[in-house]
């Protein structure tokens, strides 16, 4: 079955411990993607990979870490989490970058005390 | 930059009933794509439906269709014959043709409709 898998879903952590949240998509996708979703925000981008090695930053990148070693996998990295980094996270991917359809993992909901 | 709008934050319908749900969008953009996706209580993001801004027909999937205005940059979404499933959060996104590298890749989303369905 093609989809994108996040783990964990639920994290809760305290200030300034490392976190690494996994994200790993079985359809050979090119694209891949982080954003964040807040009451009243919306989803806003936190980073994208148009391939291997190819990392770029979105609308609220501070804070956070990608690394794109592998086709399928694209963790985001919270070096040093803070209170204001609790959120709803969204993994997602694509086969392209024009108009294709995301294909989005089902969230991990991240709490920073 | 683009922006999307969605200047409904809250939408209720009587089940069976027709709602449209309104979204607009800035851009300056001739190509683009625009994209209604659903977000139900389990959190899962769900893609609805797809339109490439430079087909004139309207995209249609079963009880969903759009109105796309172009000229308006208007982009609504219809739900026909609403079914308690369809009570969701609703999130309209814009994604530029076009990539220019060294930013965000132009896929904006809108702040969302939560939208009821009342039995």
């Known amino acids: 079955e093609a989809q994108v898998t996040q783990n964990p879903r639920y994290l809760i952590t305290v200030t300034g411990k490392k976190l690494t949240v996994t994200c790993s998509q079985n359809m050979n996708h090119e694209y891949m993607s982080w954003y964040r979703q807040d009451p009243g925000l919306g989803l806003r981008q936190i980073y994208y990979?148009?391939?291997?090695?190819?990392?770029d930053k979105g609308d609220v990148p501070e804070g956070y870490k990608v690394s794109r070693k592998e086709k399928r996998n694209f963790p985001l990295i919270l070096e040093s989490p803070s209170p204001n980094q609790t959120s709803l996270y969204f993994c997602a991917s694509s086969r392209g970058l024009r108009g294709e359809k995301l294909f989005f993992g089902s969230g991990t909901q991240l709490s920073v005390l | 930059a683009q922006t999307v709008t969605q200047s409904q934050p809250e939408m209720s319908v009587q089940e069976a009933e027709t709602v449209t749900l309104s979204c607009t969008y800035d851009?300056?953009?001739?190509?683009?794509?625009l994209f209604w996706y659903k977000q139900p209580p389990s959190r899962q993001m769900i893609l609805v439906i797809r339109q490439e801004a430079y087909k004139q027909q309207n995209a249609t999937e079963n009880r969903f269709s759009v109105n796309f205005q172009k000229a308006a940059k208007s982009f609504s979404l219809k739900i026909s014959d609403s079914q308690l499933g369809d009570a969701a959060m609703y999130f309209c996104?814009?994604?530029?043709?076009?990539?220019?590298?060294?930013?965000?890749?132009?896929?904006?989303f809108g702040k969302g409709t939560h939208l009821i369905i009342q039995p």
């Open positions: 990979s148009m391939n291997v090695e190819v990392t």
């Open positions: 996104a814009y994604r530029s043709a076009l990539y220019s590298g060294g930013g965000a890749d132009g896929l904006t």
């Open positions: 851009t300056s953009e001739s190509d683009y794509y």
